[in-house]
């Protein structure tokens, strides 16, 4: 099931596909004359007249519904939608009239009680888990609501950093069974945790199957989650190796700083989600390139001609001066937070290192075109592009049919990629109002773009 990926040159992927057996080739060969043909450079603009459901937050809203932060979401097969809020923190279920049907879980350490809650996955049977750091475990409930039982992350001991290696992960349920897809922790994160492990004299943890460039499949069943690697994606080459993290720079802060500075500007990341039947749809170069992958194979591409853009100079100096201008914004936030001299003085001489850092990051040589994929509930794409600056990841949003076949383009700034997709055409997204008090809106697709 698993397949490493090739080698990047110039933005194109090389060598990316392994070798076949005679079986499946007819079959990869297939895919690849259906799916990869150009749907033409020229887009094909798509309406975003979505008709709104109902909406839920907000001034006024009711006490289930006073969100106190923004966080992840799902949709069950029945139209339901469950919402994390971390800061509350507790799951609550909205039915497809938008009344609560059920709040679910508080802050504690007993079952089902979460303390750092960071992700969750909903299945279309109903039933859903809680990703709790702080637990380092998922909670599983029933569709009902009632805990079920917990699944430790893993049987590591704990470290300043263990409860954060699952942060952030991107994971996607499994939509034929009981596990989980997710993307591979941080390659980062492993080198810090191994390097706390060494400062401890501990044995560090065997290598993970995947990094944050791959997906892996999470068996829920035990009592401990257990993971297969399922497919590894490329990684984009650079002028100079980037140094493993070690205990040295645990005792050493400007190391540890530089290591974490370690990203080059428009790397092309590794964008993922997985449709109806198994099938990962991922990019990990900076051409419009997008991979179907499946039982050990690719079944197909998807693309169009769209090329990334070549990094010069002028994009070099504005890159930089943007992502300064973005710091200093970060910096007279935090200042004003604080009276403190001594701290407001720490972080003056931080900021002046990290503007150091920003301008001797090293630059991918191209920008990279695609910066988001989503599945829909019933199977077609969406995609959304890079927009007019280099670094907006904001662009305009491609959708592709069941056949893979380029539907149009909702250009930018006329919808957002949402936050979850459910049966029916629903589609969920957070707004926020002027005092930034968020809402979810719950809206319904076209036929033609679900």
């Known amino acids: ?13 090389a060598g990316l596909l392994p070798p076949l057996p005679r079986v499946a080739a007819g079959v990869a060969v297939l895919a690849f004359a259906t ?3 150009p749907a033409g450079a020229q887009d094909r603009p798509l309406a975003a007249d979505f008709t709104e459901v109902y909406r839920a937050g907000g001034a006024g809203a009711p006490d289930w519904a006073l969100f106190t932060r923004a966080g992840p979401a799902g949709f069950d097969g029945s139209g339901n939608l469950y919402v994390l ?28 009680e979460f303390d750092f809650p960071e992700g969750l996955v909903v299945w279309r049977d109903g039933h859903f888990a809680v990703l709790d750091a702080g637990h380092n475990a998922m909670h599983i409930f029933a569709a009902d609501g009632w805990f079920q039982r917990m699944v430790r992350w893993s049987d590591r001991p704990g470290s300043p950093l263990s409860l954060f290696a699952q942060v952030g992960r991107v ?4 939509p034929i069974g009981n596990g989980i897809f997710a993307q591979g922790a941080l390659d980062a994160m492993g080198d810090l945790l191994g ?24 068996d829920l069943s035990g009592d401990v989650a257990a993971a297969t690697p399922i497919v590894q ?139 988001a994929i989503r599945a829909t509930w019933d199977g077609a794409l969406w995609v959304q592009r890079r927009g007019e600056d280099p670094w907006d ?33 629903l589609a969920a997204f957070w707004e926020f109002d002027e005092l930034d008090v968020p809402s979810i809106v719950v809206k319904r697709l076209p036929p033609a773009v679900r």
């Open 195 to 218: 390097a706390f492990d060494e400062l401890a004299g501990a044995a560090p943890d065997s290598p993970a199957g995947v990094d944050e460039r791959g997906v892996e499949l999470i």
């Open 393 to 425: 990841d904001q662009g305009p949003i491609d959708v592709f049919g069941h056949d893979r076949e380029y539907l149009g383009t909702f250009p930018a700034g006329t919808t957002e990629m949402p936050l979850a997709f459910g049966p029916d055409g």
């Open 233 to 371: 994606g490329g990684r984009a080459p650079r002028r100079q190796p980037v140094d493993r993290i070690t205990a040295d720079d645990l005792r050493n802060n400007a190391s540890l700083a530089d290591a974490a500075s370690a990203p080059m500007f428009f790397d092309p990341g590794f964008h993922w989600d997985i449709l109806p039947d198994r099938t990962i749809a991922y990019a990990d170069s900076s051409a419009y390139l997008i991979w179907l992958w499946r039982d050990r194979s690719v079944r197909g591409v998807v693309q169009r001609p769209i090329q990334p853009e070549a990094v010069d100079d002028d994009i070099r100096s504005a890159t930089i001066e943007w992502e300064i201008r973005r710091l200093q914004r970060n910096s007279q936030q935090m200042n004003a937070a604080t009276d403190d001299p001594e701290l407001r003085a720490a972080m003056a001489v931080w900021d002046e290192s990290r503007r150091e850092r920003v301008e001797n990051r090293e630059f991918f040589g191209e920008v990279s075109v695609i910066r």
């Open 85 to 112: 809020d971390t800061a509350a923190p507790q799951v609550v279920v909205i039915g497809p009239d938008g009344q609560a049907i059920m709040v679910v879980g508080r802050a504690g350490d007993g079952p089902g």
């Open 171 to 174: 994971m996607r349920p499994d």
């Open 35 to 37: 799916a990869a043909t």
């Open 1 to 13: 099931m698993f397949r490493q990926a090739g080698i990047f040159k110039s933005g194109v992927v």
